[in-house]
């Protein structure tokens, strides 16, 4: 018995409610308002509020991301299936209209927010920070550097900075806006990342993604020491003994440690990109200077670069969030509102 047009679609629709017309999805690459309600629907699954959880939610995108990287989706992406509709001639001469799968295509709209996370972070902390994007619409790669990769930039600091650069590049065409969410340590991963995207034209296109950067807690080069002994340890006994270590470290490896950690700082207070900063930290953080943090925001000011910062009297090094939840988000608003961009839940 042959099958007419209305039976085959009826049997495709019934498997997958999500199946779009190949018409429907001409007229929305078109830019044109599409007449099937399937797209629609499509496209609300893509807008769901849908939080992503747990430690294994990580999608596939077909790229491999480096051992200390983690690409996270706020949602399910949509994957549009093209219908092709063909036209038969059957035994008796009539003619039928037949509809097969040819293709499908997975894309996201979504901005990306690159958290660079302090020294020994935890899965279980980012977490919190993850699901501050996710509800804001946005996709997350979280970037973490350790402790070795930090004492030895050449072939640590500089090398992650390539990787996530290179990554970047594999899935930048995803995402049109990018915003660095970074931590401590993660301000001088931001710097090293910037000499690289800034090394070569080739990385033009990746650059004009970038529309923001946020530090929280701004380990400058002169922190280095106090910082890492105490992301390392907070024994009272312990950890100036490891201070005082790192510092000698430091001062013997000079010209691969101290060094590096300068050209981070210069590029940062430099900000090539012009990216409109906020920045986040407190009068009694031991680790990140109030002053310091002071000199950033003046030194992009005076460039004419947009600066949004807020400092609190009392607050923990890289727990602002925990300590004052609503006046962060508050500020985190702000700022992305000013950034006015295409995308997000803003």
């Known amino acids: 018995m042959m099958l007419t047009s209305s039976v085959v679609k009826k049997l495709i629709v019934g498997q997958n409610s999500r199946l779009l017309s190949l018409r429907a999805v001409l007229a929305a690459n078109g830019g044109q308002p599409a007449s099937d309600s399937r797209l629609s629907f499509t496209r609300s699954i893509a807008n769901q509020p849908y939080i992503a959880t747990g430690p294994k939610t990580n999608v596939r995108t077909g790229i491999s991301s480096p051992k200390n990287m983690s690409l996270r989706?706020?949602?399910?992406?949509?994957t549009i299936t093209l219908m092709d509709n063909s036209v038969d001639t059957a035994l008796d001469g009539s003619l039928t209209t037949?509809?097969?799968i040819s293709?499908?295509?997975t894309t996201s709209r979504r901005p990306l927010a690159i958290i660079l996370a302090w020294m020994l972070a935890q899965d279980k902390h980012l977490e919190k920070y993850r699901q501050l994007w996710f509800r804001r619409g946005f996709d997350v790669l979280t970037?973490?550097?350790s402790p070795v990769e930090l004492l030895l930039p050449p072939i640590g600091g500089r090398v992650v900075a390539a990787n996530l650069v290179r990554y970047l590049s594999d899935i930048q065409p995803k995402y049109e806006e990018i915003v660095v969410h970074a931590f401590s340590v993660g301000g001088y991963q931001y710097g090293e990342v910037l000499l690289k995207l800034t090394s070569s034209s080739r990385h033009r296109d990746l650059s004009s993604a970038f529309k923001g950067i946020i530090i929280d807690s701004?380990?400058?080069a002169e922190d280095c020491a106090p910082g890492l002994s105490r992301a390392v340890t907070t024994n009272p006994i312990v950890q100036p003994l490891l201070e005082a270590?790192?510092?000698g470290w430091v001062t013997l490896t000079r010209p691969v440690s101290m060094d590096n950690y300068r050209r981070s700082s210069d590029q940062i207070f430099a900000n090539p990109l012009r990216l409109p900063g906020l920045l986040l930290y407190s009068c009694d953080d031991v680790v990140s200077e109030r002053t310091r943090n002071e000199r950033l925001s003046d030194s992009w000011r005076s460039q004419g670069?947009?600066?949004q910062t807020k400092c609190w009297q009392q607050s923990t090094h890289v727990l602002h969030y925990r300590d004052h939840q609503c006046e962060y988000e508050e500020q985190l608003d702000q700022y992305l509102r000013k950034l006015r961009l295409k995308s997000g839940n803003i």
């Not at 989706?73 to 949509?78: D, E, H, L, M």
Request: glycine content about 0%.
């Open 73 to 78: 989706y706020c949602s399910p992406i949509p």
């Open 98 to 100: 037949t509809s097969t």
């Open 103 to 105: 293709t499908s295509a």
């Open 143 to 145: 970037v973490k550097t």
């Open 218 to 220: 701004m380990v400058h």
């Open 245 to 247: 270590a790192i510092k």
């Open 305 to 307: 670069i947009p600066v």
